[in-house]
């Protein structure tokens, strides 16, 4: 989901990442409040105490909304789920969970958990924390803010738009309501874009108003309506491939090499004679691994000639794996969280070809085209 996000830890199992994009929301926090919010409160702090107060309440308020999407990820899994990790990114924080919940009380609960916390979170600085840093007043500059901005996030993360957790709300009541699953994430899917699109009204009219700020109220909306568009497809797909077995998309017409010869052969001999990208290594009728685009990229050219693909290819035991009678929502699902375009498929130890995303879609848009 997040390409280019680096690890920081992990907190109760849970590895946290941060996305580049992140850094971008953090420095306009950081001067928000540095150059706006404080100096318009307090102008009689000297410089480097508004900077250390804008400084610290940023990271506290970073440090919310983790703990925000780690209420999230505790209640998944309390209830049974796996979270692959939470990644801080530009519009906030995002729990990746291996799977969907499987029953409507869990998404509920799931769902309404994150805002509670930070109303609890809220609550804490305005109730407790500010009354008793009265007599420091940057830190209780500092609560202030905190106390409400983890209000607001609540608030705004109630709206009933999904994949807002409002919107996750509603998936659930719908969902409880009909029975079905597929059809109540439609549903939400629908009301979060019309939700998305309002927010890009508002953000026109302010712009046109003269506030710029509407600019960043739009910049919400649209990501709103990309996020509740692909949330939608994702699960239309699975629907889709539900019963469907990997045997019945399997590639087998793999052209496999030799891990003895060098990448320059490798490349001249099959990589462009071939549109392929990715070749099976199999030797003495066992396969090996897999050479790949990426996999050669990892080698200067000027040593291609003395390096043999059994050097470079991806071996056998690194490699995400199929077999034949694998359900294809299960396999789906697999690609896209573990974020790989392609699967070697195994029938017991023998390679029995590949299934690439590309085919996957290639069979869903000639459903569609077919109307079944």
Not at 21 to 46: E, G, K, Q, R, Y
Not at 266 to 294: N, Y
Not at 350 to 358: H, K, N, P, V
Request: aromatic fraction near 12%; charged fraction near 20%.
């Amino acid at each position: 989901m997040f390409k280019n996000s680096f690890s920081i830890g992990s907190i109760g199992g849970i590895v946290i990442r941060i996305d580049y994009s992140w850094f971008i929301i953090f420095v306009l926090f950081f001067f928000l409040l540095a150059t706006s919010v404080f100096p318009a409160n307090h102008p009689d702090w000297p410089g480097y105490l508004t900077y250390a107060t804008a400084l610290l309440t940023t990271i506290l308020f970073f440090a919310s909304v983790l703990a925000h999407e780690l209420a999230h990820s505790f209640m998944a899994k309390a209830s049974g789920g796996e979270v692959k990790d939470i990644t801080l990114f530009l519009f906030g924080g995002a729990a990746q969970l291996t799977e969907e919940p499987n029953k409507p009380g869990k998404e509920f609960w799931m769902a309404l958990v994150g805002p509670l916390t930070s109303v609890g979170i809220g609550l804490a600085f305005l109730l407790l924390l500010r009354p008793a840093f009265r007599d420091l007043e940057p830190l209780a500059a500092l609560a202030l803010w905190l106390g409400r901005v983890n209000i607001v996030l609540a608030v705004f993360n109630l709206i009933p738009g999904f994949p807002l957790d409002g919107g996750r709300v509603l998936r659930a009541a719908v969902w409880k309501f009909t029975g079905d699953f597929v059809r109540s994430t439609r549903i939400a899917s629908n009301v979060g874009k019309a939700v998305a699109y309002g927010f890009i009204f508002l953000g026109i009219m302010q712009v046109l108003g003269g506030n710029l700020g509407g600019v960043w109220i739009a910049f919400i909306g649209w990501f709103l309506n990309n996020a509740a568009a692909v949330s939608y497809r994702q699960v239309a797909i699975e629907d889709a491939l539900k019963g469907q077995r990997v045997g019945s998309l399997v590639e087998t017409d793999c052209p496999a090499i030799s891990g003895e010869i060098s990448l320059d052969e490798f490349v001249h001999d099959h990589l462009l004679q071939s549109a392929r990208r990715c070749f099976p290594v199999i030797d003495g009728g066992e396969m090996r691994g897999l050479m790949t685009i990426h996999a050669l990229k990892q080698h200067p050219k000027e040593e291609w000639g003395s390096i043999r693909v059994g050097e470079a290819m991806i071996p056998r035991e690194k490699l995400f794996t199929a077999s034949p009678d694998d359900d294809l929502a299960e396999v789906f699902k697999r690609l896209s969280r573990e974020n790989v375009n392609q699967l070697v498929i195994l029938d017991g130890d023998r390679f029995a070809g590949m299934l690439s995303r590309e085919r996957l879609f290639s069979f869903l848009r000639t459903r569609s085209e077919l109307g079944i």
